[in-house]
């Protein structure tokens, strides 16, 4: 009884400290908030070459950023140096800056060398398949905000989860345009769009993906992911499911003069 008497003014405390989005701000360029996984002390996966999770996402974030800035499009990212940037802070500096799309760049890891491919990720509620769940975990290591179990974190999960779910649906519009892209690149198996747990996801208050790009742990992708070539062409087939997902949808009116690339 205590918590719920408790939640009227906790509600009220997060409002005013920037727990929601702010108002999308009247400009004439869509806004995407780039998310390069890990940073800093948090290294991520890394492959049997040494390739480091973190700085092949960053430089897949940039090579990205630049493909839609070219597109027209206005884009931020959450860390832009080898920094760390705690995965609850991720999303509310895309929902202060009111951000029309949010999307987490990662790179996937096995103990099979021979997985291939990318996986695309849109937010689960609940714990997701166990395979799902398991890779959600290793990507959630060290996210619990401070003060993580009090009744402000719980008030605060609340929130975060009711504003994601009201994009749920585009969220799994945006994973299937960008995953259907990342299916045409040569060499790449189709692994299916998936839902998990993402702490990263949970409180972007717009739709939002991680994306897997490709296995850090198969050898012959970690050689790829060092080249610029093959960086070059996960942004362009990801700027065209973007531009895709932008053309085809009714829920902001912005988003119909964004040409389809297809």
Known sequence: MKLLWVLPILFSSLLASGQTPKPRPARGRLLVFLDPGHGGEDLGAQGAKGLQEKAAAL?????????????????????????????????????????DLFVSLHLNASPARQAKGSEVYFLSLGAGDQGAAELAAQENAGGAPDGAGGPESVV?????????????????????????????????????????????????????????????S????????????????????????????FAESAALPRRRTVADSR
Request: no cysteine.
């Open 59 to 99: 430089d897949l974030a940039q090579a990205l950023a630049a493909q839609l800035t070219a597109s027209g499009m206005e884009v931020r990212l959450t860390r832009g140096e080898d920094v760390f940037v705690p995965l609850w802070d991720r999303a509310r500096l895309a929902n202060e800056a009111g951000a």
């Open 218 to 245: 198969n050898p012959r992708e970690e050689a790829r992911l060092k080249t610029p070539a093959f960086r070059l062409k996960v942004a362009q087939a990801i700027t065209q499911g973007i531009r895709r997902f």
């Open 156 to 216: 605060a999960g609340i929130l975060e989860d009711l504003s994601q779910k009201a994009y749920l649906r585009d969220s799994e519009r945006l994973a299937v345009a960008i995953q259907d892209r990342l299916n045409t690149l040569s060499g790449i198996k189709e692994r299916g769009v998936k839902q998990a747990p993402f702490v990263v996801l949970r409180g972007a208050a717009m739709p939002a993906v991680l994306v897997e790009t490709a296995f850090i």
